[in-house]
C-alpha cells in the first residue's frame, strides 16, 4: 500500500527572489549600510505608493508607533485606548511612553473593536485611539472619527500637536495592512497617523522594519514633523550619518536625550525591491483567499472578509473560525493539521490572557467577545509560495480532520 505523501508546508516564508538578493548585495558593496540613500528612497517611494507627503522608516512598526505617540506629547497621565484582540505591540507602546493602557472588547461575531464600548471607553483623559487593522483589512475609521467628534468637548490639548487636532488623535496600528483600500482611500490615508510592519512575515519584508505615515492636509508641517521624527529615531542626533559625510560637516549637536530605531540601507533595498513587486503579490493573495473562501464556507467555516464592494485587505492573514468548538479541540485541531505537514497558527490570544497584561490588572472574565472569537480561530497559511495544489492540500486535509 503506498503511504500517503506528506507536504511541508510553511506558515508565512518571506517571498524572496534573486531581485532582492542582488539589490542587497549592490548595498553591502556600495560601502554605505547603515541608513543613508536607499532608506530615503524607499520612504520617498512607501509615500507616493501611499499617496501621502511624507513616510518615515524604523527598524520596527512597534518603533513607529512609539516614537508617533512620544512626538504627540503621550505620556504619564494620559489613557490611549486599543483592542484587546491585537498583538503585544499595539499596547505595550502605551506602556513604553508611562501612559495608561485601556483595553475594548472586540464586538460579538467581529475582529474590530466594539464602537460602542469604544465610546464608552473614552474619559477626558484619552490622548489617542490605536485601532487595530487585523489581517490587513481596514477597520471602520467612519465610525471611529465620529465618536472622537462626538467626544471633542472631553479632550484636553496639553501640548502645540495636540491643539493642532483639538481631539483624540487616530493612530492606525496597520502593521498587517499595508496596501489595504476602503471607500476608495488606501491605508495611510485615512487615520491620522498610520504606523506599518516589514517584519519577516509581512506582506512587504526588510526582514524587519518598519514606518509611520500621516494624513496630507491636517496643518502639520511635514518637514519639520520629519526632522522630529528624525531626532527621536536616532539619538536627538541633529545630523544622520549621512549628512555627516559631507565634507567638512562632522560637528553636530544632541538636542533631546532620544532613542535608536533607525532603518538601515540594507534593510531598505531588500524593502525597494518588495514594493516594486507588491501589486502582483497582492493579487496572488487575493487569488488565494478566494481558493479558501470557496472551500470553506460551504463547510460552515466562518471567515474574515478580506473583499467587498468598498474595500479590500492586504490579503495579510486568513483568519478562520470552526463553528461551535472549544479552545482544546481547536487546538487539537492545529496538532492534526502540523501532522499532516501543515503550520497553522492563532491570532491572537487576546492580550488580557498573558501574565504582563493580568499584572496590569486585566482579566479575560471582562472580555468575553474576544475570547470567543479566540477559542475557535485557526489561521492558516497565506502567502505568496503556496501553489494551488499547496491550498488543495491543506483543505483536504482539514476536511479529513473534521470530519
Given amino acids: 500500500m503506498n503511504e500517503k505523501i506528506v507536504r511541508n508546508i ?14 542587497v ?18 520612504e520617498k517611494e512607501i509615500a507616493e505608493y501611499i499617496g501621502v507627503n511624507k513616510a518615515v522608516c524604523f527598524n520596527s512598526a512597534t518603533s513607529a508607533m512609539e516614537m508617533t505617540l512620544r512626538i504627540l506629547g503621550v505620556g504619564p497621565g494620559d489613557e490611549v485606548i486599543t483592542s484587546a484582540y491585537t498583538y503585544t505591540a499595539s499596547a505595550s507602546v502605551i506602556n513604553h511612553v ?3 493602557i485601556i483595553l475594548v472588547d472586540t464586538a ?11 465610546a464608552d471607553a473614552i474619559t477626558e483623559n484619552t490622548k489617542v485611539i490605536i485601532p ?84 496630507n492636509n491636517t496643518g502639520l508641517n511635514d518637514e519639520e514633523l520629519y526632522k522630529q521624527y528624525m531626532l527621536y529615531s536616532l539619538h536627538g542626533q541633529s545630523k544622520d550619518a549621512l549628512a555627516k559625510t559631507k565634507k567638512g560637516a562632522w560637528e553636530y549637536d544632541i538636542v533631546y536625550p532620544a532613542y535608536k530605531c533607525n532603518m538601515t540601507d540594507i534593510l531598505a533595498s531588500l524593502g525597494l525591491v518588495q514594493l516594486s513587486r507588491y501589486n502582483k503579490l497582492l493579487k496572488r ?50 496538532i492534526k493539521m502540523a501532522e499532516a505537514g501543515v503550520a497553522c497558527n492563532v491570532h491572537y490570544k487576546p492580550l488580557p490572557m498573558f501574565t504582563a497584561y493580568k499584572n496590569l490588572g486585566f482579566d479575560i472574565k471582562h472580555y468575553p467577545n474576544a475570547y470567543d472569537m479566540y477559542k475557535n480561530e485557526i489561521t492558516f497559511p497565506l502567502h505568496t509560495l503556496l501553489s494551488d495544489d499547496d491550498i488543495q492540500y491543506i483543505i483536504n486535509n482539514l476536511k479529513i480532520i473534521l470530519d
Fill in 285 to 334: 493573495r487575493k487569488q488565494i483567499v478566494e481558493m479558501y473562501d470557496k472551500a470553506l464556507k460551504p463547510l460552515g467555516i466562518m471567515s474574515l472578509q478580506h473583499y467587498g464592494d468598498d474595500f479590500s485587505s492586504s490579503g495579510h492573514l486568513y483568519l478562520a473560525r470552526i463553528p461551535e468548538i472549544e479552545e482544546a479541540k481547536r487546538n487539537e485541531i492545529i
Fill in 10 to 23: 510553511s506558515f508565512s516564508p518571506p517571498d524572496i527572489t534573486d531581485a532582492e538578493i542582488n539589490e
Fill in 108 to 118: 460579538p461575531n467581529s475582529f474590530e473593536m466594539d464602537y460602542e464600548q469604544l
Fill in 132 to 215: 487595530v487593522d487585523l489581517a490587513g483589512k481596514m477597520c471602520d475609521y467612519d465610525k471611529i472619527f465620529k465618536i472622537v467628534e462626538s467626544k471633542k468637548e472631553l479632550f484636553k490639548p496639553n501640548n502645540t500637536i495636540q491643539e493642532l487636532f483639538n481631539r483624540i488623535i487616530i493612530m492606525a496600528d496597520s502593521a498587517h495592512a499595508f496596501g489595504a483600500k476602503r471607500k476608495g482611500l488606501i491605508c495611510g490615508q485615512v487615520a491620522d497617523f498610520t504606523c506599518f510592519s516589514f517584519h519577516a512575515v509581512k506582506n512587504l519584508t526588510t526582514s524587519e522594519g518598519g514606518a509611520a505615515v500621516w494624513r
Fill in 98 to 100: 508611562g501612559a495608561k
Fill in 25 to 42: 548585495i549592490k548595498a553591502m558593496k556600495s560601502g554605505w549600510i547603515t541608513t543613508g540613500p536607499r532608506t530615503k528612497k524607499l
